[in-house]
């Protein structure tokens, strides 16, 4: 077993992919600011030195260790739930691992990948690590996904935003949808294998699919379907510590993530509204999660232009959009990088 996830890990993060996603990523990153820049901040961009002073810079170390702290317990207590249990620098350096592949590779597939890898290596069967996996991103998922509708119907600041106008009342049934539909995979698992058998049966029928892959596919999607399901059957039975903290630290990461640009925003001496912040970047991070681009380089800078223009002036917009992706995506990126080629040479001497 792993010699084949070796062999498929290799394939799928060969050196010349990653470079093509690298350079996709700075290419669609800089084309975002870009578009800021010409639609949002009015063509003006000027340095502030408040960013750099020492209260600043000590308040944003203080809330960056908490973002990567939590980061690694929330897995590291998922883990524990499930019957696992590593030590905690493994965790850590997982956690930089999976920042830097989960936003060069798109819709964040490399990432999971790469977790899988890394915990298979460090002990944790395949099936286990990516219960463990998914349910840490399902966790995540359930949170935003719950507070984005409340803040979409709510917010003044959302009060003529496009994603709010005709289309608003309709997004927020569909996450409402969204989430219905986890909670029934999760819960009753069962009740969507029938359809999921007669839109095959359709399929087939109708010659989209020939007789071999649809028995594959009928094979494989309630085979994944079921041991989803049970994954998350045995988290809910591990043990009522580890799956609270776990759900306490995914809690925690959230808020610090979504509390840097505030934080960036009232040390540049604007009156921020916590509350606004917050809920301008939850949603921020909802549209992210469907962005098809590495990391959602373009995407995430462009809305996050359109939904703070309101908060910032010009100058100061472009600066609070680099220093937010910084701090939270091109330094973890940057460490993972980093932890990733230490790994992988650990390993080669280790095969020798």
């Known amino acids: 077993m792993t010699d084949n996830t070796d062999s498929n890990y290799q394939k799928n993060t060969s050196a010349r992919r990653l470079i093509l996603f690298s350079l996709l990523f700075i290419a669609l990153t800089a084309i975002g600011l870009y578009t800021v820049y010409d639609q949002f901040a009015g063509r003006s961009i000027s340095f502030d030195d408040r960013l750099v002073a020492p209260k600043t810079l000590l308040a944003v170390a203080a809330l960056l260790l908490v973002y990567f702290i939590s980061d690694g317990l929330r897995l590291h207590f998922t883990l524990r739930a499930l019957g696992h249990r590593l030590s905690l620098p493994v965790i850590f350096r997982l956690v930089f691992i999976n920042l830097f592949f989960s936003n060069v590779t798109p819709m964040a597939t490399g990432g999971g990948f790469a977790q899988i890898w890394y915990l298979h290596r460090h002990g944790v069967p395949v099936g286990r690590a990516t219960a463990a996996t998914t349910i840490r991103t399902v966790l995540a998922v359930l949170f935003i996904f719950s507070l984005t509708p409340v803040f979409l119907l709510t917010l003044d600041a959302f009060d003529g935003q496009t994603i709010t106008g005709d289309i608003g009342l309709a997004l927020a049934i569909f996450i409402l949808l969204y989430l219905g539909f986890f909670i029934i995979l999760l819960f009753r698992t069962h009740w969507l294998i029938g359809p999921l058998n007669g839109l095959l049966n359709t399929l087939n029928r109708w010659h989209v699919i020939n007789d071999v892959r649809h028995k594959h596919w009928q094979f494989k999607a309630r085979r994944e379907m079921l041991r989803f399901s049970h994954s998350f059957s045995d988290y809910l039975r591990g043990r009522p510590l580890f799956v609270a903290l776990s759900v ?105």
């Open 248 to 352: 306490l630290f995914t809690g925690v990461f959230l808020l610090s993530l979504f509390s840097f640009p505030a934080l960036l925003i009232y040390n540049l001496g604007y009156d921020v509204d916590y509350l606004v912040s917050l809920g301008l970047l939850v949603v921020t991070t909802f549209i992210m999660y469907f962005s098809p681009t590495p990391g959602a380089s373009g995407i995430s800078e462009g809305v996050f232009g359109s939904f703070f223009s309101g908060l910032l002036s010009g100058n100061h917009l472009i600066l609070v959009i680099v220093s937010w992706r910084l701090i939270t995506i091109y330094l973890g990126m940057i460490i993972g990088l980093i932890v990733l080629q230490r790994e992988l040479i650990k390993n080669r001497r280790a095969s020798r």
